[in-house]
């Protein structure tokens, strides 16, 4: 049987492995998904690879979680960060595919480094950015950064810094990132993102997923998000430091 993206099967059982483990952090936190798997195939195969793979997966996902988070999103917030983010889209995708693999791979392991630091500082507002600049800000950072498929990481920081409930904060991530996805799809498409490997990757991507995302959304309500958060964090910055080594080795 052929594999998707030409991977071994060491290749594609580490992927395997990284997908079931990114569902169950998605579920759980309301963000990672993208950014673990993303990091993940870049010390395997080329992380472009897996860009349009994560964000189907992300819509799908969103869906699943979609049950009683309803009543908390903040739609506000949601619709000036995807209008931020159709501006910040086309220019990250113009600037990615110009460059090299291994450039690509550089930037997206460096930027994933930078996003666990400030995550991990645990940056605090005194209050929520609740006005338009600062969310149509945020909104731009995450359509740029949504280039290579991690648009959720600047929001989840941004979110972070706030006294916003957690409910809330997981409810419109939730929202955001269907609508991020919608509006990204065609985009990678007309970039060369999308082939029949994009789409055989996420078929056998998907049950994994789903089940890993569900015992995810399970164990949310039951522990307590602040310290599974940071181990997502640190599992995500030891990924990313794995593809910037490959990157410049």
Not at 155 to 179: C, D, G, K, S, W
Request: charged share 10%; glycine share 12%.
């Amino acid at each position: 049987m052929t594999l998707p993206f030409d991977l071994g099967l060491g290749a594609a059982l580490w992927m395997a492995a990284t997908i079931f483990v990114a569902g169950f952090i998605r579920g759980y936190s309301g963000f990672g998904y993208s950014a673990i798997v993303i990091a993940a195939s870049g010390v395997v195969t080329s992380p472009l690879n897996f860009v349009a793979v994560v964000v189907l997966l992300e819509f799908v996902m969103s869906v699943q979680a979609w049950k009683g988070a309803g009543p908390a999103v903040d739609w506000r917030r949601a619709g000036l960060l995807m209008a931020g983010a159709a501006v910040g889209l086309p220019l990250g995708l113009w600037a990615l595919t110009a460059v090299s693999e291994t450039a690509a791979r550089a930037a997206i392991s460096a930027y994933i480094l930078l996003m666990c630091g400030v995550l991990l500082m645990g940056w605090r507002l005194r209050s929520e950015v609740r006005g338009t600049p600062g969310n149509l800000a945020a909104g731009l950072i995450s359509g740029l950064a949504n280039a290579p498929g991690m648009g959720g990481l600047p929001v989840a920081a941004f979110f972070a810094a706030q006294p916003m409930p957690a409910n809330v904060f997981r409810a419109t991530l939730i929202a955001y990132f269907p609508l991020l996805d919608l509006y990204s799809a065609p985009l990678y498409w007309m970039h060369g993102l999308v082939s029949w490997d994009t789409l055989w990757a996420s078929l056998w991507a998907l049950p994994l997923t789903l089940v890993a995302n569900w015992l995810g959304g399970r164990h949310f309500f039951g522990t307590d998000p602040q310290e599974f958060r940071r181990f997502a964090i640190l599992l995500l910055a030891a990924l990313a430091a794995l593809g910037l080594g490959k990157a410049v080795l």
